[in-house]
């Protein structure tokens, strides 16, 4: 079961050519991408072992900051995050926090509601897009 306010899908590649697929998904629609953490890296890095853990970071300023005019405490949620990842039966994920939650969290107005249905419909397309079988 997913964390409140968690969505994953689960993928039908590994988690490299998954996590390529996001980020040709959210370039090809428009937003950017600010970084990549390779949370694996930095657990190798400090002699640790952690299977692939990749978040992507990214947005768009149109979409996200009227929602930073209206509650500026969403700024430490956005931009938004999907997470590239594989479970120990070696299984890929994409997560990512709802958008309708995050609003919730932060007490959006409801009339950002048009807004918030936007980010779901946009995070929802480049994660399925990234989740799609080959």
């Known amino acids: 079961m997913d964390p409140a306010g968690v969505v994953t899908k689960p993928s039908g590649a590994g988690p490299a050519e998954t996590l390529e697929r996001l980020d040709a998904a959210i370039r090809a629609r428009g937003m950017t991408v600010f970084a990549r953490i390779d949370h694996a890296a930095g657990a190798r890095e400090a ?11 990214f947005g768009n300023a149109v979409a996200g900051t009227p929602l930073m005019q209206a509650a500026q405490t969403i700024g430490i949620d956005l931009p938004l995050r999907g997470l590239v990842w594989q479970d ?16 919730a969290r932060h007490g959006l107005d409801p009339a950002a509601k048009p807004q918030v249905a936007a980010m779901t419909a946009a995070l929802h397309a480049v994660t399925d897009a990234a989740v799609a079988a080959a």
């Not at 002699?47 to 970071?57: A, Y």
């Not at 120990?88 to 609003?103: C, E, I, K, Q, R």
């Open 47 to 57: 002699g640790l072992s952690l299977r692939p853990t990749t978040v992507v970071i």
């Open 88 to 103: 120990a039966a070696g299984a890929t994920f994409v997560s990512f926090n709802d958008p309708a939650w995050l609003a």
